[in-house]
């Protein structure tokens, strides 16, 4: 596991929240008396633009935690398509949207809109657009920009930054199977 040195933004935010409480939680307070210099150091750590709000939208018979701005919209509104497609990350447009597992999605054109609606599943992003990397550490952090993903073996992921991205390719199956049993956890909770 890298250190939290070398994760950044909200991943490395997240992770040390995490285990800050993780410590104050198990070892208590009597024994944990860092609850002021842990105010001192996240006030240190980079704010970040944007709110993002955690959902849980419906899926067959179970829910999964999806990234969702206030509107609903996954990506931040970035065409999934165009990440499979064209390879890179393509603002869309709201007049150009879709509906699917309560999240939508906006599209660059009526083509992308149209091949989306055919196999909604086959563009989705991967452990409800969180951070892939994120999660195979155990944690939903939200992509700064989606301009850090990877299509792999036809599936969508998306990571919080350049940093995590290639941290995650380091052992791509790997990660992937320890993001996917993290994700059933993650995801129901």
Known sequence: MP????????????????AIFVASTVLGAEHYPAKAPFHQLAAQ??????????LEGEQGTGTTKQNLDSQGVILKGYDVVAFVKERKPVKGNS???????????????AA?????????????????????????LGVLADPEVPDAFLVYKGKLY???????????????DGNIDKANANWRQLASQ
Do not use: W
Not at 123 to 129: I, K, L
């Open 45 to 54: 750590l980079p704010k970040t633009s944007g709110q993002s709000v955690f």
């Open 95 to 109: 007049d150009l949207s879709a509906n699917y597992q309560n999240a939508t999605y906006l599209f660059t054109s």
């Open 3 to 18: 250190s939290i040195s070398r994760l950044s933004g909200r991943v490395a935010k997240t992770v040390f929240c995490a």
């Open 158 to 172: 998306v990571c919080g930054n350049q940093g995590a991205l290639k941290d995650f390719k380091k052992d791509i």
């Open 112 to 136: 992308n809109k149209a091949e989306f609606e055919k196999d909604p599943a086959k563009y989705t992003p991967q452990y409800g657009a969180f951070c892939a990397y994120g999660v195979t």
